[in-house]
């Protein structure tokens, strides 16, 4: 029923890019500034692997043998066939990818920005940037407002120390270090919009870093030094009476807000943009608002509703700002990162994916969100500061036919978009531990499960791993619909199957779900190496090869289930949109008592909802749990 759309759909039938320009983000870090610690530790990680060809094919038909008709498969396997043959365009394609590993610290990486980012045209806004919801902040008027935006800021300023010193701890997955250039992609940067391609710039990497942030309130920018002549970083005392003049000199949301525009589809966007900056006051107040080192959303009110629907309206309110009456204008959608502080105690944030995955992201806001605890300290007498200074724009009748379209499509996009935010309270990773399984493959296999009950069939279904563990390296993907998880919710709700082969069929689902995740993150499953073998074809101009354009890979490519493990040690809710028009977008953060789930889904799609899916993954959870303590151990086979 649904065109292939989507955005990961896109990507993998993405027209070819061709000659692949450099591209500021997978340099790697080589500023004045940035020297020895950084370095040496990059220096020290493995490349990505190019896999085996002949292993990634003989994957893809098992991982196509749960989603695809048995039709489809033998003429995927007979594609394959001819794919593969000795001296055939596989074993050429593999060969100029390995060429190609040879010649680039990461094989992958720049090409995988272009397409999966930078050449995506759907707007960023629910399509591809995150939101982020942080536990509710005990204030609830504007000085409350205030004076948490002035902390948050502090506690964000406090974080870029450490990057700027290159003292941020370096992580470990699995034992292994990983890659940390993301950290040093998020702040002073910004997504440009183009008419067919995007680009993203970085200014901490200038020999003049920016010392400013900018602040919208009313839908007005403001930008605001935080830095003192002396090199200090503001307090949080004068972060506060900043943030009270600027406030006070924007009372009223009167002005054309500006910030809608880019909520629009890339391509308008990138026209608009052109129009926009021609004028000399507009290039300056955007170039001030990419510049940068982040953004301070200080939110108006949200649209009233019952309790239990508080946590959904705080991811929205993350996700897209609620629409064009709420706070969608109060918003740069392309800065990377947006903090984003309502007046009733609701906090979060927003960020433009390109540059970096949520991990580093998520480190970032732990660590503020501690900062911010510390109690006040005692305020000391204060200098005079400069006032913020007022961006201004001028809106010519064309631009303001265009900020008008914006609201309107922004509109229906709101209106589209279902968001369920579930607590599950009743365990965590607790459970799974104790029954001797990764908790993150026994969400997975629950995920299945629900889906399977609401759909009587398994879907194409993506988990994020991280491949930092190699230089430069952002993610693969994890199919969660497997042979095995398949053979388990077949079996699960089949009253002729006993206990204990149920649990059978379930540790081997989740066994065979961390075996995939194990794969996965050390740079052996399947999708970006034949991601790549696609970009190496359009890269020696050869025609795309058959196995790229059957109906097993778009179906392959439509991930009905998008999802993402993303955890955090403060207890957050990350939320991100679907990627098909008739698929789920689901993101959880297992917490060792409870996890919480943000699921999305859109409204236009009769076929899905988004409370229904995580209303089945709590009863797929719970049923999971009173299966396996219903068969005791030595009953197992
Ligand atoms: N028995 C008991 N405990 C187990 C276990 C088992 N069989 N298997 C795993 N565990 C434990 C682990 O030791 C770990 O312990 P900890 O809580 O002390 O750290 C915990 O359970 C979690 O492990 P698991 O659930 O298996 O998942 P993981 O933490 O390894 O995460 C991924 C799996 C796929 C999420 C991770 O590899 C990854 O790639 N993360 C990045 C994803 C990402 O980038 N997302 C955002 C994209 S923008
Ligand atoms: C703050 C949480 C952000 C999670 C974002 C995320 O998981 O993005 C995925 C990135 C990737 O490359 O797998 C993409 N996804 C949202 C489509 C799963």
Not at 5 to 28: F, T
Request: proline fraction near 6%.
């Amino acid at each position: 029923m649904w065109g292939i759309c989507s955005r990961m759909v896109k990507v993998g039938m993405a027209k070819p890019c061709g000659v692949v320009k450099p591209c500021y983000l997978v340099k790697p870090v080589s500023s004045s500034r940035i020297t020895g610690r950084y370095l040496s530790h990059q220096k020290g990680l493995p490349s990505l692997p190019v896999p085996p060809l002949q292993q990634t094919c003989e994957r893809y038909i098992t991982a196509l043998e749960p989603i695809v008709e048995v039709d489809e498969l033998t003429h995927t396997k007979e594609l394959l066939d001819d794919f593969q043959k000795p001296g055939g365009v596989g074993e050429r394609l593999q060969r100029g990818l390995e060429r190609r590993a040879c010649n680039t610290e990461n094989w992958l990486s720049e090409w995988w920005v272009q397409v999966a980012y930078l050449d995506y045209r759907l707007p960023v806004v629910v399509h591809s940037s995150p939101g982020l919801v942080l536990p509710c902040m005990h204030f609830s008027d504007k000085q409350g407002q205030i004076r948490f935006a002035a902390k948050l800021i502090a506690g964000v300023l406090d974080f870029k120390t450490m990057i700027d010193n290159e003292t941020i701890p370096v992580e470990y997955l699995g034992g292994k270090p990983l890659c940390m250039n993301q950290y040093y992609e998020v702040l002073s940067s910004c997504r440009i919009p183009g008419v067919k391609r995007d680009a993203v710039v970085n200014h901490a990497k200038s020999s003049r870093p920016p010392q400013h942030i900018t602040v919208v309130h009313n839908f007005q920018f403001f930008m605001l030094d935080v830095y003192n002549s002396d090199g200090t970083p503001l307090t949080a005392d004068q972060l506060c009476v900043q943030l009270d003049r600027i406030c006070s000199s924007s009372l009223q949301a009167n002005t054309e807000p500006v910030g809608i525009l880019t909520t629009q589809h890339r391509d308008a966007w990138g026209k608009t943009y052109i129009n926009l900056i021609k004028d000399r006051t507009n290039k300056e107040s955007v170039s001030a608002i990419q510049r940068s080192i982040f953004t301070v959303c200080l939110d108006g009110p949200m649209p009233q509703v019952p309790t239990n629907a508080h946590r959904s309206r705080a991811a929205v309110q993350m996700l897209h700002g609620g629409g064009s009456l709420w706070n969608s204008g109060n918003r740069w959608f392309d800065k990377t990162l947006q903090f984003i502080v309502g007046e009733d105690g609701t906090c979060g944030a927003n960020y433009e994916h390109a540059p970096a995955e949520g991990p580093p992201i998520v480190a970032l806001i732990d660590h503020v969100v501690e900062y911010t605890r510390k109690p006040d300290t005692v305020p000391t007498a204060m200098a005079p500061l400069p006032m913020p200074k007022k961006l201004h724009f001028n809106i010519t009748p064309e631009l303001k036919k265009d900020i008008e379209e914006a609201k309107k499509g922004m509109n229906v996009l709101a209106e589209d978009l279902d968001m369920r935010v579930i607590v599950f309270e009743h365990f965590g990773k607790n459970v799974p531990k104790a029954h001797k399984m990764s908790p993150d493959a026994f969400i997975q296999v629950a995920l299945q499960l629900a889906y399977y009950r609401m759909y009587q069939q398994c879907c194409a279904t993506y988990e994020s791993a991280s491949l930092r563990m190699f230089r430069l390296g952002r993610t693969d993907t994890i199919r969660s619909a497997s042979g095995a998880a398949a053979a388990f919710v077949k079996a699960f709700d089949d009253p002729n199957k006993q206990n204990t082969e149920k649990v059978d069929l379930m540790e081997k689902a989740v066994k065979a779900h961390k075996a995939y995740t194990n794969l996965a993150i050390s740079g052996q499953a399947i999708d970006r190496h034949l991601l790549g073998l696609k970009m190496q074809a359009a890269e020696e101009k050869i025609s795309i090869p058959k196995v790229f354009k059957d109906t097993s890979f778009a179906k392959a490519l439509h991930y009905r289930l998008s999802t993402s493990q993303v955890p955090s040690k403060t207890d957050c809710v990350m939320c991100f949109g679907p990627v098909v028009p008739d698929g789920y977008g689901v993101c959880y953060n297992p917490m060792n008592q409870h996890i919480n789930f943000a699921v999305s889904s859109f409204n236009t799609c009769k076929e899905t909802n988004a409370a229904d899916l995580a209303h089945a993954v709590e009863n797929a959870l719970l049923d999971m749990r009173t299966l396996l303590e219903q068969t005791p151990p030595r009953a197992k086979l």
